[in-house]
């Protein structure tokens, strides 16, 4: 179980905390949600959750436990999942 116990960075001070980039992958209900508010609230991390980036036919696919084809991750789902990514990094 996760816990604000248990989360530690791995950062030093001398180091550039902004370069840092955790991302959670994990199982429905394993606890990502969780360990990413830690992060934010404890320590001042951006969090973001793709979830909401996923096209409905993706999220059905999920839902019945079937892989995304490569068709769908074509279909600009993956590219704009990328591409959010890359503008909450670098700015």
Request: hydrophobic share 35%.
């Amino acid at each position: 179980m996760i816990s604000e116990h248990n989360i530690y960075p791995s950062f030093t001070k001398e180091e550039d905390e902004s370069s840092l980039v955790i991302v959670l992958f994990g199982l429905p209900g394993s606890g990502k949600s969780l360990a990413g508010e830690i992060l934010s609230r404890n320590f001042n991390f951006r969090s973001y959750q793709a979830d909401s980036d996923y096209t409905a036919p993706m999220k059905l696919a999920m839902q019945e436990n079937r892989p995304i084809p490569e068709e769908m991750r074509n279909d600009g789902g993956i590219d704009d999942l990328t591409g959010r990514l890359r503008r909450l990094i670098y700015g």
